[in-house]
Nanobody, 125 residues
Framework: QVQLVESGGGLVQAGGSLRLSCEAS????????SGWFRQGPGKEREFVAA????????IYADAVRGRFIISRDDAKNTVYLQMNSLKLGDTAVYYC??????????????????WGQGTQVTVSS
């Protein structure tokens, strides 16, 4: 079993920055391919960013490429999402996801077995 706990969400003005963290714990090996997804008000959950098991490959949704950076610190069992130049449209609940059997960075939420509880990010004007 794997538990994922997100933190770092909050209220920020447009143009500001936030860094989300996702710490993994549990009995399984703690290095996973991981992803971030989000669900805005009245919207379906969508892919944001993902990082491969090795950390060598990262992929991003078009809406966040150039503004968000996904990274990992395996010593801390943590994946980060640095969010810069935040826009009103980035307001959403952000979820991290991981899968011990996944090697590549993946966009499809079905590829991930484990999910965090979500953290709210609200961008104000």
């Amino acid at each position: 079993q794997v538990q994922l706990v997100e933190s770092g969400g909050g209220l920020v003005q447009a143009g500001g920055s936030l860094r989300l963290s996702c710490e993994a714990s549990g009995s399984r090996p703690r290095k996973y391919a991981s992803g971030w997804f989000r669900q805005g008000p009245g919207k379906e959950r969508e892919f944001v960013a993902a990082i491969s098991w090795s950390g060598d490959t990262t992929i991003y949704a078009d809406a966040v490429r150039g503004r968000f950076i996904i990274s990992r610190d395996d010593a801390k069992n943590t994946v980060y999402l640095q969010m810069n130049s935040l826009k009103l449209g980035d307001t959403a609940v952000y979820y991290c996801a991981a899968d011990p059997g996944l090697v590549a960075a993946a966009r499809d939420s079905d590829d991930y077995e484990y999910w965090g509880q979500g953290t709210q990010v609200t961008v104000s004007s």
